[in-house]
């Protein structure tokens, strides 16, 4: 009988293909094709999953301070700690390294360039003075500068001080005299040490210095056995497109497979960009697991990786946006009389305030929170399809809270350092002063998905007034809505 042959393809050891004989007539399997990748790929794919990884210093193995002293970390000799994360051991506590940020923002304070480090460390103070080698192309040696700026982006008023995982930005100047940026950083206990850190110095300035105007960001979404996550987020990303959002960055820890596709068409069409995270440390990153330790574990490690997020968000973003625009899925900004965001800050907010606006952090917009309840009063409008939950639910809390209570904002990139969920954490300045936008102008739609917290159990009657204010847009949403649902395969 005739025989034909199949490439198997699995390279051996020496990178030759193995080649198996197989009778005529026999199923030939459909196994695609291999990625052929070359190294170049190779560092790409790793840039994108993990950007403070130096995939392509993999050879980079002379460099030194001396003999002994503060050796370059080659990429392979790094301490990872779940792909995303950099482990620095210091004498009274463990370092976990996110990413590494050159920032020349000078105007402000006359003060020079700085590279930031984002990191959580196991204990609520450090107890040791740090440094950083600083790593120049073409440099054989590191230049030594010490940590000269330690914000907590946590609160100590709010406890959590035996948490193992207390979030903080660490600043190392960068010489004038240099003229150059770093190329990479580690972060170490004493100058001489050898370090087992080495993080790429992100440094994302926009050509010509032209910033784009508003750039959303969102924090880790952890929605994996909740598909109809992804219809409501179709809906919430076309809003926030027609409000004016440049671009949308979220951050995933595990999701839905139909949010996944809704998220890669965004991502093909260039408006969403999608963080992978993992838990630092010794967190479960057991899927399900995950879930369920961050919800009875809010305080101990979800609330301080939040502000991890945010601020990787806004440090990527410094030069690419005038605005960071921090929200959540079931959230949105409303401006009440014009259409768009530019209009509220430029031809609203700053005309308003003109007094107060110059150098002013933030916008802030007050929370108000809509009733997720029209599956139980059966009042749907017509239409409007059901699956539109933020046109369909417009009946709100009568009063909205307290100044300064669950606000978002709209954060100045020129001024803002590092960022909470409801506000500016640090500044450049020595404070982050703001601005309320006056009620008739703009709040913080809130929606409630589902009735289980106390805010979102009001029912109907002198507790809850009905606010339509968002179908102003509805005769673009809908179909812009429909459309991507049905790119899908949803609709």
């Not at 070359?38 to 130096?54: F, G, N, R, Y």
């Not at 992804?230 to 926030?240: F, G, N, R, T, Y």
């Not at 497979?257 to 010794?282: F, W």
């Not at 259409?339 to 003109?354: E, F, G, S």
Request: charged letters at 25%; hydrophobic letters at 40%.
């Amino acid at each position: 009988m005739a025989t034909c042959t199949l490439l198997i393809l699995i390279p051996d050891r020496q990178h030759t293909w193995s080649i198996v004989q197989i009778q005529e007539g026999e199923a030939i399997l459909n196994i695609g094709e291999a990625e052929n990748l070359t190294q170049e790929d190779i560092i790409k794919k790793v840039h994108a999953l993990a950007p403070s990884i130096l995939a392509d210093h993999v050879n980079d193995t002379d460099r030194k301070l001396n003999d002994t002293c503060a050796h370059y970390v080659n990429p392979y000799d790094v301490k990872y700690n779940n792909i995303m994360w950099q482990v620095q051991k210091m004498p009274r506590e463990t370092y976990h390294l996110f990413n590494a940020y050159f920032d020349n923002r000078t105007a402000l304070t006359g003060e020079g360039s700085f590279v930031r480090i984002l990191a959580i460390i196991d204990r609520q103070e450090p107890s040791n003075k740090s440094f950083c080698q600083l790593w120049f192309a073409n440099k054989p040696e590191p230049t030594i500068s010490n940590v000269s700026q330690t914000e907590y982006l946590w609160y100590k008023e709010w406890g959590n001080d035996k948490s193992p995982y207390q979030p903080y930005l660490f600043s190392c100047a960068v010489p004038a005299s240099l003229g150059m940026v770093p190329e990479s950083i580690s972060l170490v206990a004493n100058p001489c040490d050898n370090a087992t850190n080495n993080l790429r110095v992100i440094d994302n300035r926009a050509p010509l210095g032209k910033k784009l105007i508003f750039a959303v960001c969102v924090k880790a979404m952890n929605f994996k056995h909740q598909p109809l996550v992804s219809v409501k987020l179709v809906e919430w990303i076309e809003m926030h497109k027609i409000l004016g959002a440049d671009k949308i960055f979220i951050y995933e820890l595990q999701v839905h497979p139909n949010t996944t596709r809704v998220l890669d068409y965004y991502k093909a069409q260039g408006l969403v960009e999608v963080t992978k995270l993992a838990l630092p440390g010794s967190a479960p990153n057991v899927p399900d697991l995950m879930a369920l330790y961050m919800s009875e574990r809010t305080f101990g490690i979800q609330c301080p990786l939040e502000l991890i997020q945010y601020t990787d968000c806004l440090l990527k973003n410094m030069n690419l946006f005038e605005f960071i625009v921090a929200v959540d899925v079931d959230e949105v900004i409303l401006p009440l009389k014009v259409d768009n965001w530019y209009d509220l800050i430029y031809k609203v907010a700053i005309p308003k305030h003109k007094k107060r606006t110059e150098g002013i952090a933030s916008f802030v917009a007050r929370n108000v929170h809509f009733m997720d309840d029209t599956d139980e009063y059966q009042d749907w409008t017509q239409g409007i399809p059901k699956y539109m939950h933020m046109l369909q639910n417009v009946h709100r809390n009568a009063s909205h809270m307290e100044i300064g209570d669950s606000i978002k904002c709209f954060h100045n990139t020129d001024y803002v350092l590092a960022l909470h969920n409801h506000y500016a954490r640090h500044c450049l300045g020595n404070y982050c002063p703001d601005v309320d936008f006056d009620l008739e102008d703009a709040h913080l739609q809130h929606y409630c998905l589902g009735r289980k917290k106390s805010e979102c159990q009001r029912k109907r009657g002198k507790d809850l007034v009905e606010d339509t204010s968002i179908w102003r847009f509805k005769d673009k949403l809908i179909p812009a809505t429909q459309k991507v649902l049905r790119a899908v395969g949803i609709l």
